[in-house]
C-alpha cells in the first residue's frame, strides 16, 4: 500500500502540473483567483467559443421552447415572472453535446473537482419580463449544513443573450462560498446582497453550487437565455439520468466524453458485481484532488 500511496503522490505531482500549464495556455490565471477569492468567475466570450456556436446554441433552446410550450410569443414576452426551463438539451440536440466538450469550462471545473468529475444537470433556461427577484439560494440541493470546504458541484452557465441588471441577470453574494451554509429564510430575501453579474453574450459564468446567488426581475421585453452544464464529484447523485445518452452518441466523441457521462464509475453494478479493474483508480481518489 505504500508502494501505492508514493505512486499517487508523484502522480498527483504530474497533474497539479500539466493542470496550471493548461491553465496558463488557455489564459485563465486570473479566473482562477476570482473563484479562490470571490466564490465565482466570468470568462470573456473570446476565450470561450466561436460567436456561430452561441448563436446556434441560442437559437435552437428557443426553438425548442416554441415547440414545447403554448406560452411562447416572440412578440411580446415568454411566460412571465419565470425562467422556462428546456429539461436535458444535451440528449435533444448535437450543439449541446458537442458543447459538454468545452475546454475552458472543463478546464476550470476539473480544478475545483478534480479530474473524475461527472456531469450532474443539463438545462436550459428562457427568462422573460418580471417583476419579481429570484431568491437568494444554494445549488447544493439536499446538502447538509455544514457545506464541505472542498466544491461538490460546479454550475457553467453559458450566457447566450446580452446579461444586464435590467434584463434580469444572475447576482451573486461574493465571498459567501465560504460560509459553508445556506442562507437563511430571512437571507433568501435580501437582495441587496447580490452583485450583479453583467456580461456580453458569449461569456462563462463558474459558479460553484456553495456561492448565494439569485437573479434580478426582467425589466426588459428581451428574452435572457442561457445553457447550464453542471459537473459534479462522483459521489454526488446526478440530477439526470445519464444512461438516456445513447451509445451512438458517445461514439461520435473522444473518450472523455464518455467520462464526463460517469462510463467509467464502478457504481451502478448488477448482480455481476462492479468491474473490479476500475477499483484502484476510483480508491486514490480520495487522496487527489486533481484526480
Not at 198 to 213: F, K
Amino acid at each position: 500500500m505504500e508502494h501505492t500511496m508514493d505512486n499517487a503522490i508523484h502522480s498527483m505531482k504530474d497533474k497539479v502540473k500539466a493542470t496550471y500549464a493548461r491553465i496558463e495556455e488557455l489564459g485563465l490565471e486570473s479566473n482562477i483567483a476570482e473563484l479562490e477569492v470571490k466564490g465565482y468567475t466570468v470568462v470573456p466570450p473570446e476565450k470561450v467559443a466561436e460567436a456561430s456556436h452561441v448563436a446556434e446554441m441560442r437559437e435552437t433552446l428557443l426553438q425548442l421552447a416554441r415547440e414545447e410550450s403554448e406560452e411562447f410569443d416572440k412578440d411580446s414576452n415568454f411566460r412571465p415572472g419565470f425562467s422556462y426551463t428546456i429539461w436535458y438539451p444535451i440528449i435533444r440536440q448535437s450543439v449541446f453535446a458537442r458543447n459538454l466538450l468545452n475546454e475552458v469550462a472543463l478546464v476550470l471545473s476539473r480544478y475545483l473537482l478534480g479530474e473524475s468529475m461527472v456531469l450532474n444537470n443539463s438545462l436550459g433556461f428562457v427568462k422573460g419580463r418580471t417583476s419579481d427577484y429570484y431568491r437568494v439560494h444554494t445549488d447544493s440541493l439536499m446538502i447538509p449544513e455544514p457545506l464541505p470546504s472542498y466544491t461538490q458541484i460546479v454550475n457553467c452557465s453559458f450566457l447566450l443573450t446580452d446579461y444586464t441588471v435590467d434584463r434580469g441577470c444572475i447576482g451573486v453574494v461574493p465571498g459567501s462560498h465560504r460560509l459553508y451554509r445556506h442562507p437563511t429564510p430571512t437571507e433568501e430575501q435580501a437582495f441587496d446582497m447580490l452583485e450583479p453579474i453583467e456580461a456580453p453574450a458569449g461569456s462563462l459564468l463558474i459558479l460553484p453550487a456553495c456561492t448565494w446567488h439569485g437573479a434580478f426581475p426582467n425589466e426588459t421585453d428581451s428574452l435572457r437565455v442561457a445553457l447550464v452544464q453542471a459537473f459534479s464529484r462522483v459521489h454526488i447523485a446526478p440530477s439526470i439520468d445519464r444512461s438516456l445518452v445513447t451509445e451512438e452518441t458517445i461514439q461520435q466523441y473522444p473518450p472523455q466524453f464518455a467520462r464526463l457521462l460517469g462510463r467509467d464509475l464502478i457504481t451502478g453494478f448488477g448482480t455481476q458485481g462492479p468491474d473490479m479493474s476500475k477499483y484502484e483508480k476510483m480508491y486514490l481518489l480520495q487522496r487527489d484532488k486533481f484526480a
